[in-house]
T-cell receptor, first 111, second 114 residues
Framework: DAKTTQPNSMESNEEEPVHLPCNHS???????IHWYRQLPSQGPEYVIHGLTSNVNNRMASLAIAEDRKSSTLILHRATLRDAAVYYCILRASTGANNLFFGTGTRLTVIP | ETGVTQSPTHLIKTRGQQVTLRCSSQ?????VSWYQQALGQGPQFIFQYYREEENGRGNFPPRFSGLQFPNYSSELNVNALELDDSALYLC?????????????FGEGSRLTVL
């Protein structure tokens, strides 16, 4: 599976937008970009995914670069509950139904 | 709440012992995968079960084995425990064929090997 690169940590003030970057320069044409997050003492939870077009859901937005070599997860108004480790994962459209996690970005939200 | 439940939540074993961890998948999901998460690291894929057979495996030795039952619940067995097996073990359920769909994770079983 293609590799992703994320900053180790980021900080944000509460109620401000957060942009979490991810580089995936070796992405293949059929790889989907998935984001999961892991709150303290919990298992990972799905946030959002996309292929080529930008995506929005109730939790976040995903902005995908035109060449697909990078993407950004956008939290529109960070809350204390958003403090977590965020994982950017490339997932093949076929094959085993599993995920390959990196070390992710630890987001700290400052009150 | 994801509907995925794991047991036990915490356990302590000694080196050389064997352990069995259990997972009940979300209703309607036919695929279960297991992950190991060491402290400060992201989860690492161990293996996946579909229709009661292993159909994908990560870089883990044969002493890590599993089962899936007709009701899609699953077990992870680890023999000859080593100190490095201390980790959070996560179970995730999903629907086979839905590679663009989400995986639903349980809260994990934290294993300490002394």
């Amino acid at each position: 599976d293609a590799k992703t690169t994320q900053p180790n940590s980021m900080e944000s003030n509460e109620e401000e937008p957060v942009h979490l970057p991810c580089n995936h320069s070796t992405i293949s044409g059929t790889d989907y970009i998935h984001w999961y997050r892991q709150l303290p003492s919990q298992g990972p939870e799905y946030v959002i995914h996309g292929l080529t077009s930008n995506v929005n859901n109730r939790m976040a937005s995903l902005a995908i670069a035109e060449d697909r070599k990078s993407s950004t997860l956008i939290l529109h108004r960070a809350t204390l509950r958003d403090a977590a480790v965020y994982y950017c994962i490339l997932r093949a459209s076929t094959g085993a139904n599993n995920l390959f996690f990196g070390t992710g970005t630890r987001l700290t939200v400052i009150p | 709440e994801t509907g995925v439940t794991q047991s036990p939540t915490h356990l302590i074993k000694t080196r050389g012992q064997q352990v069995t961890l259990r997972c009940s998948s979300q209703s309607g999901h036919n695929t279960v995968s297991w992950y190991q998460q060491a402290l400060g690291q992201g989860p690492q894929f161990i293996f996946q079960y579909y229709r009661e057979e292993e159909n994908g495996r990560g870089n883990f030795p044969p002493r890590f084995s599993g089962l899936q039952f007709p009701n899609y619940s699953s077990e992870l067995n680890v023999n000859a425990l080593e100190l490095d097996d201390s980790a959070l073990y996560l179970c995730a359920s999903s629907l086979m064929g839905m590679n663009t769909g989400e995986l639903f994770f349980g809260e994990g079983s934290r294993l300490t090997v002394l």
